[in-house]
């Protein structure tokens, strides 16, 4: 993909945009479908729109392509009013992925790929060569998909081609409307982390509409919360949301559970790792020991060659001499890369039943160790704190797009492991969950916030072990809780 075609984008601009239908105005005390909304897009981020049904969300979206006119007000793309752009013209230089995707069922998915291009008057061969980038991009090998129609594709494969026909003509603007509405929960997280994905090497301005507030924190680097009659409740990144909802229809909107949803903003890379005691297969048990003893960790990692985890030992089972095994080793699992959110890190640590995680990097190399009192840790930070920098993640994708990374430089799928029986651990011990509940209800009253009652504690993941409290727990077991 050239890099003059794979960065463009355009700010998106609302000044006091106002939509109303008369035939329901006419009615008394009818709403607009849209009321003053005054926003900005910069270029190269994802706003989502956000809110209950009925609240002008999709109104908003086709306000852009001029699919519906403004009563008032202005839509300004890069600065200039699209009310003096040739709708068609318009049209074709705005990408448009809606819910039922809308594929032409008589076309072949490389012909519905091509519409727009074949509009523009582009010629087959560039046409094809086009469909087939977009194919690999999205997922779909061109050998298997290119000549098939859409009646021969899964719900997901269909979702993908339409995106893939939305960026056909490279457009700087995607507006995307409840794209991923019609799919099962797991095809919908997949699509959802291939477009992260895909935005991270393209960086364009995308417009997302959805009703899930789960899916708006996840997939906005902007988050617009619309209420009844269009207007606009709160604009702002997700953590600023999440951290302080200037309403309450807003807090209510969000959820009692936004502590927790806060762990979907974060991703593994942005906390400190702890450095594992690791030592190579075949290595003398010895020296292995020693250094295993001599730390508060009691369990050695067992590496490749190349430092990729083959599994623990705890130091109780390492022998006194002979080589390293891996046979003796208990499976790395849960492995997490550093892209992973702390939401999905601590759900694989919860379900793995173990209190640590391997992080790896895309070469599959051990890079450090997260464990849940590090989340926990998190979690009592002040939010102002723990979300800093936060809105910095499109900043960051537009500098890797700048930087047009291979494809060779993606991440690994996270692993999936399972911890040992700890059946018979003493109740009084306690647990993971019991650790989070502690974390995010035993605090004091003074150090909640007033909306749901969340704390601001400290971090203490730096301090040293001997200055914890009881409730902090000991030393993370890698492959069980305490």
Not at 77 to 101: N, S
Not at 201 to 209: E, G, P, R, S
Not at 393 to 399: G, K, V
Not at 454 to 479: I, L, M, V
């Amino acid at each position: 993909m050239e890099a003059s075609r794979a960065h463009s984008a355009a700010t998106v601009e609302f000044r006091h945009v106002t939509k109303r239908y008369e035939s329901t105005h006419e009615r008394a005390g009818a709403p607009a479908a849209v009321t003053d909304l005054s926003f900005i897009v910069p270029a190269g981020r994802t706003c989502v729109l956000v809110g209950p049904s009925g609240c002008g969300k999709t109104t908003t979206l086709k306000l852009v392509n001029r699919l519906v006119e403004p009563t008032s007000g202005q839509i300004l793309l890069d600065g200039i009013d699209v009310a003096t752009r040739e709708p068609t013209a318009l049209r074709r230089g705005i990408g448009y992925v809606i819910q039922q995707v809308g594929l032409f069922p008589h076309e072949t998915v490389e012909e519905n790929i091509g519409t727009v291009p074949r509009l523009l008057g582009w010629p087959a061969s560039r046409r094809r060569e086009r469909a087939a980038e977009l194919l690999e991009l999205v997922g779909l090998p061109p050998a298997r998909y290119a000549r098939r129609y859409p009646a021969e594709l899964s719900g997901g494969e269909r979702q993908r081609v339409g995106v893939a026909r939305a960026l056909a003509a490279d457009p700087p603007i995607l507006l995307m409307d409840e794209p991923f509405g019609a799919v099962d929960p797991i095809v919908r997280e997949r699509l959802q982390n291939e477009l992260l994905r895909i935005q991270e090497q393209l960086a364009k301005t995308i417009l997302f509409v959805t009703h899930d507030i789960d899916e708006a924190m996840k997939m906005g680097d902007l988050v617009a919360v619309m209420e009844t009659g269009g207007r606009l409740a709160q604009f702002g990144t997700p953590a600023e949301i999440l951290s302080n909802p200037a309403s309450e229809f807003v807090a209510r909107f969000v959820g009692a559970d936004r502590g927790l949803k806060r762990l979907a903003l974060v991703r593994v890379a942005e906390l400190p790792l702890r450095s594992p005691i690791m030592a190579r297969v075949g290595e003398p048990a010895g020296p292995a020991r020693a250094r295993i003893l001599a730390d508060p960790f009691p369990y050695l990692l067992v590496v490749d060659a190349e430092e990729r985890p083959l599994g623990w030992l705890d130091q109780d089972e390492l022998p006194e001499t002979g080589p390293l095994r891996a046979d003796d080793a208990q499976p790395p699992a849960p492995l997490l890369d550093r892209r992973t959110t702390l939401k999905d890190a601590l759900s694989m640590l919860l379900d793995a039943d173990v209190q640590a995680g391997i992080v790896v990097g895309e070469d599959g190399r051990v890079t450090g160790l997260l464990t849940i009192d590090d989340v926990v840790a998190w979690l009592r930070t002040e939010p102002s704190e723990g979300t800093a920098g936060l809105d910095r993640r499109a900043t960051d994708r537009l500098e890797r797009a700048e930087g047009d990374r291979p494809a060779t430089e993606r991440s690994p799928a996270d692993g999936e492991g399972t911890g040992r029986d700890d059946s018979d651990r003493p109740a009084t011990e306690g647990g993971a969950t019991d650790r989070l509940e502690r974390a995010e209800g035993d605090r004091p009253a003074n150090e909640r916030s007033p909306a749901d009652g969340e704390g601001t504690g400290r971090d203490d993941r730096d301090r040293p072990a001997t200055e914890r409290s009881p409730a902090d727990g000991e030393p993370p077991h890698p492959t069980q809780e305490p």
